[in-house]
Every structure is written in C-alpha cells, then in structure tokens.
C-alpha cells in the first residue's frame, strides 16, 4: 500500500512569511496527526483529527498555526506567521483508528523540513 | 503526569556487538509503552510496543525490549548490531488527553551509532 504523502519535503522562508504543508495519508486511514519535531527532541503532537473532526489540539499554538482536513482524508497545516522557533522537521501521520497505536500502529510520513531565515 | 526519560542522548556500539538503550517511565497508571525507530531524513517506524500482555515484547529487525515494573523501565535490546541500525531511537508513552482521547508523548530520542 502507498505511505503517507507529504510535501513539500523542504521549506526555507523568512520570518514573517507564511507557509503550508500538505499530508495525504493511507487510504481508510480515518484519523490523521501533526507533529512538529525541534531538532534534538522527540516529536510532539500538534493537532489530531478523526475524520474531519478535531480530536485534541491542545498543543497547537492557534496564534499563528491552523490546521484543516476537510473532506477527512488529506489535510493541511499552515503558520502564519512564522517565527524562528517554528523551525523544525513537521511530520504527519495516519492510522486506522484513534486508539493511538494500540491496536493499528501510526504510519508516519516522511516529513517537511521547515527552515526559519 | 506520564512521561519517558531515554537516558543518554548518544549511544555508540561495535557491529555485533550488544545494542542497550534505556527508557524509564514515570506513570500513576499501567503504561502503553512504544519503541520507535528514525531513519535519516525519514518518519518514524514502529519497532515494538507494551500493552500489557508479555512482559518481552519482541519487534521487528531482532528488537525486543522487557517492562519491568520495579523498576519502570521499558529497555531496548539486539544481541548482535548491524550497520544497518544506526539510527534514531524513540521511547514513547500513551497518554490520556482528555475523556477516551489519547496521544502518544516521545521521549527526546537517542542516536545509535555502529562502528565498522
């Protein structure tokens, strides 16, 4: 079966400026995650979507990030606007369930490397 | 609050030699423990997990990792590296966000080196 797709893979921009990834997961995958990863630390959970609905996005910061899937299946996260610290590697991932793994394991993309100038 | 602590940052090991890296949790409550596996420029991969069945959980690549309750841990093991395991390693913990919502919290990971 096809992964999760994201793109664009890598991203420079100036602080100030907006940006938007994009994340296609497994077919039948009904619940979608977020997460931004800072160099040097584990990934951390943004937002979490089951269908089209959001399920927690308690660590987003809704100041400057937004996040959509509207149809439930591809989605979109875009900041604006970026700041310095936004630099980091964002990944998305997809699963079956929400069970968080218990169950059906999280497939995890590939990523987009997102650098702050 | 459940969280992971992966001690050492940087793990460096002989090919064939024996792969420990080490994952201690803090939990009020029976821990869901996961053992994930980065590759260079790649997302994560599932290695193995604890649901609370078998104590040795046994994963993928000849992984396997024990929960020990007495000491909460959850270490991963290999008998014997390969050069193909260099790579970086997550701890991560189910947590409970709220009503039957749950996310996984990730340790800050640990690099595995492999010398020729």
């Known amino acids: 079966e096809a992964g999760v797709a994201q793109s664009p893979r890598y991203k420079i921009i100036e602080k100030r400026q907006s940006v938007a990834f994009w994340c296609n997961p497994i077919?039948?995958?009904?619940?979608l995650y977020w997460y931004q990863q800072i160099l040097g630390q584990g990934p951390k959970l943004l937002i979490q979507f089951q269908n089209n609905g959001v399920v927690d996005d308690s660590q987003l910061p809704k100041d400057r990030f937004s996040a959509e899937r509207l149809k439930g299946v591809d989605s979109t996260l875009k900041i604006q606007p970026a700041k310095l610290e936004d630099s980091a590697v964002y990944l998305c991932?997809?699963?079956?369930?929400?069970?968080?793994?218990?169950?059906?394991?999280?497939?995890f993309g590939d990523g987009t490397r997102l650098s702050i100038l | 609050a459940q969280s992971v602590t992966q001690l050492g940052s940087h793990v460096s090991v002989s090919e064939g030699a024996l792969v420990l890296l080490r994952c201690n949790y803090s939990?009020?409550?029976?821990?869901?423990l996961f053992w994930y596996v980065q590759y260079p420029n790649q997302g994560l991969q599932l290695l193995l997990k604890?649901?609370?069945?078998?104590?040795l959980v046994k994963g993928i690549n000849g992984f396997e990792a024990e929960f020990k309750k007495s000491e909460t841990s959850f270490h991963l093991t290999k008998p014997s590296a390969h050069m193909s395991d260099a790579a970086e390693y997550f701890c991560?913990?189910?947590?409970?966000?709220?009503?039957?919502?749950?996310?996984?919290?990730f340790g800050k990971g640990t690099l595995l080196t492999v010398n020729p």
């Open positions: 077919s039948g995958h009904a619940t």
């Open positions: 939990s009020s409550v029976p821990p869901y």
């Open positions: 991560a913990v189910r947590l409970n966000s709220g009503g039957s919502n749950y996310k996984l919290t």
């Open positions: 604890y649901t609370s069945a078998a104590t």
């Open positions: 991932a997809s699963s079956l369930d929400a069970g968080q793994g218990l169950r059906q394991p999280q497939h």
